[in-house]
């Protein structure tokens, strides 16, 4: 793996940086965003006739959720009928957020935040300063090994004389939990903040789909919209809830409770097409291009990022991911875009570099067996290209590739299990069936050619 210079494309840094799109990050949110029309448009009428909303945003890994929501909390934050206060760094899920008590701390702490970013001075105002003492005394808690968990678990209140800023004692229980969010709601309804009056509040917290993958959780997130149910309903809050596709059918609908209170249809978040993420991408190198340049050098061409959207659903992140592994193999200068044989052969040895070492000459014969036919491979089959009993093949050979992520299973038929390469690991295939093609346009030197299909 090479170091990029992105210099050598006029391009000031990497234009496939995978972090989602944010107000005040390094990429103009409001130019790089691409698309989402339809989803705007929905948000947006959604948010002008309602004075209350709770709303999930369901997709896949790496569609764009995050980025979607933060493009419309920017957009938001400025409406002139009604412009909502929002914090540009989102809540993210995660096992202590579902906490009714926990979650209301996060919320105040994030505006706090945002207000400490946007006009510090207002943190004097005794309303602020007070919460700000809050969230620094459970903040303490928990990097003490203390219980952030348990902070309003103090009975009916314990007083915290020794704050900052405050005069009056703080009060920890759910309820002057509660309260203390209210206040600071009303502080924003009716202060001006960085010159702007605001009419309500967005929460939006993030990545569900980290917490669902243990499944374990499903019922603890489900109790938790059970438990923060009332004060999702509080007049001028708007709530984003981010999470996988099958967020709201499996988390919210079946609990009558928190459904009733949800807007009805989840906003399902698809893949941006094709053409959509290429012009994305041309978006940013424009963004990011050097002093003095004039054109930028494309670094691949169109149809591989075509490919690439095939192979990763139009999972953004992976695509860009993709690239970047593709230019860390180019030891030349890149005077034109890659072509579709030179980035997949590219691609295909990037993935052998990083498992050959890895790999006995069994799993190798393995991986060329797959590699060279259109099919999936079974234990019968690999006991016989392997001349080793069926009874040895599942542990030795298959489960070690399973867990380096390289084969899943594919099929069953009957008892018979047939195995093939993950989506990451597909572009040993492609490698394989450029070899040809790349012959033609790419030099000798430019790529040697490890062993995997000697
Ligand atoms: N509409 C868009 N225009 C341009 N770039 C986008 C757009 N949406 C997403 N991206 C880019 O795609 C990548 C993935 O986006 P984002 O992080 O928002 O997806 P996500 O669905 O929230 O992902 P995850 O499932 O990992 O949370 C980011 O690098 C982001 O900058
Ligand atoms: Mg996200």
């Known amino acids: 793996m090479q170091i990029i210079s992105w210099q050598q494309f006029g391009l000031k840094t990497n234009p496939y940086d995978t972090l989602p799109l944010v107000d005040g990050g390094e990429l ?47 957009i938001w934050k400025q409406d002139k009928e009604k412009p909502l206060f929002s914090c540009r760094r989102e809540i ?48 303490m808690m928990s990097i003490s090994g203390g219980i952030s968990a348990d902070v309003a678990g103090f009975g009916g209140g314990v007083n915290f004389s020794k704050e900052r800023n405050t005069s009056s004692p703080i009060k920890l229980t759910t309820t002057s939990i509660e309260q203390h969010f209210l206040n600071l709601l009303g502080f924003i309804k009716t202060k001006t903040i960085g010159g702007r009056q605001y009419y309500g509040l967005v929460i939006h917290v993030n990545n ?31 709530s984003l809830f981010l999470g996988p596709s099958d967020f709201y059918s499996q988390i919210i609908a079946p609990e009558q409770r928190v459904k009733s209170i949800f807007t009805r249809t989840p906003l399902v978040v698809k893949p941006l097409s094709k053409t959509e993420v290429v012009r994305a991408f041309e978006k940013r190198m424009e963004l990011l291009k050097s002093k003095n340049v004039q054109q930028y050098i494309k670094p691949i061409d169109d149809e591989v990022v075509f490919r690439l959207h095939d192979l990763y659903h139009g999972d953004i992140r992976s695509i860009m991911t993709g690239i970047k592994d593709i230019l860390g193999q180019c030891s030349d200068r890149v005077v034109q875009p ?10 295909g040895r990037e993935r052998w570099e990083r498992v050959s070492s890895d790999l006995s000459p069994g799993k190798q014969s393995i991986l060329t067996f797959l590699v060279k036919n259109n099919k999936y491979i079974s234990t019968k089959e690999a006991s016989t290209i392997l001349g080793k009993q069926s009874s040895n093949i599942s542990g030795y050979y298959f489960k070690p590739l399973k867990d380096l992520g390289i084969l899943e299973e594919k099929e069953r038929k009957g ?40």
């Open 338 to 347: 890659l072509s579709m044989n030179e980035a997949m052969t590219l691609l």
């Open 208 to 238: 569900f789909d980290v917490v669902l993958k243990d499944k374990n959780n499903k019922k603890k997130v489900i109790s938790f919209f059970n438990e923060i149910r009332d004060i999702l309903q509080t007049k001028d809050v708007y």
């Open 415 to 454: 008892k018979m299990v047939y195995f093939g390469l993950t989506d990451e690991y597909q572009p040993l295939k492609w490698w394989f069936e450029s070899e040809i093609g790349v012959k033609k346009d790419i030099s000798d030197t430019k790529i040697k050619q490890p062993t995997l299909f000697d």
């Open 92 to 139: 993210e899920a995660s096992d202590t957020l579902l906490d009714k008590q926990n979650f209301l701390l996060e919320v105040i702490g994030s505006m706090l935040r945002e207000i400490a970013l946007v006009e510090p001075k207002l943190l004097t105002d005794p309303t602020l300063a007070k919460l700000n003492a809050i969230i620094d005394f459970t903040q």
């Open 28 to 74: 103009s949110l409001e130019d790089a965003f691409i698309g989402r029309d339809h989803e705007r448009k929905l948000l947006s009428s959604l948010f002008k006739s309602e004075n209350n909303i709770c709303l999930t945003v369901c997709g896949d890994t790496g569609v764009g959720k995050t980025s979607l929501a933060n493009f419309q909390k920017f």
